[in-house]
């Protein structure tokens, strides 16, 4: 079983940055595709960045693309979301999410959320106008 841990998140004013991170228990971390998905209050879970187990690819959101940043430390089992410039339209809880496919790149889209096997707990992040 694979447990994620996200943190970082918090009250920030718009144009401010946070940096999430999301730490994974148990040893196969390199192996797992990760993303980052966000929902708000009364909206559906929506996508907001990817990257492959090797860190070869790499996919974001439109909404998020040049402000929001995606990498992993596969050495500290941990992916990351730098974002800078946020949006009061930003706020939401974010949620890490691992693709374990042994190594293999996601066999669905990494936009999907059912692509994922494991989910955090979420962080919340509030952007002030």
């Known amino acids: 079983q694979v447990q994620l841990v996200e943190s970082g998140g918090g009250l920030v004013q718009a144009g401010g940055s946070l940096r999430l991170s999301c730490t994974a228990s148990g040893r196969s971390f390199s192996n797992y595709n990760m993303g980052w998905f966000r929902q708000a209050p009364g909206k559906v879970r929506e996508f907001v960045a990817a990257i492959s187990w090797s860190g070869g690819r790499i996919d974001y959101a439109d909404s998020v693309k040049g402000r929001f940043t995606i990498s992993r430390d596969n050495a500290k089992n941990t992916v990351y979301l730098q974002m800078n410039s946020l949006k009061p339209e930003d706020t939401a809880v974010y949620y890490c999410?691992?693709?374990?496919?042994?190594?293999?790149?996601?066999?669905?889209?990494?936009?999907?959320?059912?692509?994922?096997?494991?989910w955090g707990q979420g962080t919340q992040v509030t952007v002030s106008s």
């Open positions: 999410a691992a693709d374990d496919r042994d190594g293999s790149s996601w066999h669905l889209s990494p936009m999907y959320p059912t692509t994922y096997d494991y």
